[in-house]
């Protein structure tokens, strides 16, 4: 059975940073294209970056400059560091494998960004 496992979401300081994991039990994890996602509350579910098998990244506006993904394919694990933190980034972060038209979801950590 496919797992996403999510960690190192936490309370931070505005300006502060975080660096989320996000552990993959899922054979070929190289072949998956991985993403972040975020939810706030009473807001949808978006896309905050991804990165391909090639390690092509795209990011959303709001984090460019601000958030880094990176994957290790060796530990079958993909990151996001997340610096210089704002109010408006408090979610839950949620990590995405997708494949085709097969895509698996972690069960989220939760960001809160608060002084």
């Known amino acids: 059975q496919v797992q996403l496992v999510e960690s190192g979401g936490g309370l931070v300081q505005p300006g502060g940073s975080l660096r989320l994991s996000c552990a993959a039990s899922?054979?070929?994890?190289?072949?998956?294209?991985m993403g972040w996602y975020r939810q706030a509350p009473g807001k949808q579910r978006d896309m905050v970056a991804a990165?391909?098998?090639?390690?092509?990244?795209n990011y959303i506006d709001s984090v460019k400059g601000r958030f880094t993904i990176s994957r290790d394919n060796a530990k079958n694990t993909v990151y996001l560091q997340m610096t210089s933190l704002k109010s408006e980034d408090t979610a839950v972060y949620y990590c995405?494998?997708?494949?085709?038209?097969?895509?698996?979801w972690g069960k989220g950590t939760l960001v809160t960004v608060s002084s």
């Open positions: 995405r494998a997708s494949r085709g038209l097969i895509e698996y």
């Open positions: 899922v054979s070929s994890f190289g072949n998956y294209i």
């Open positions: 990165i391909t098998p090639g390690g092509t990244t």
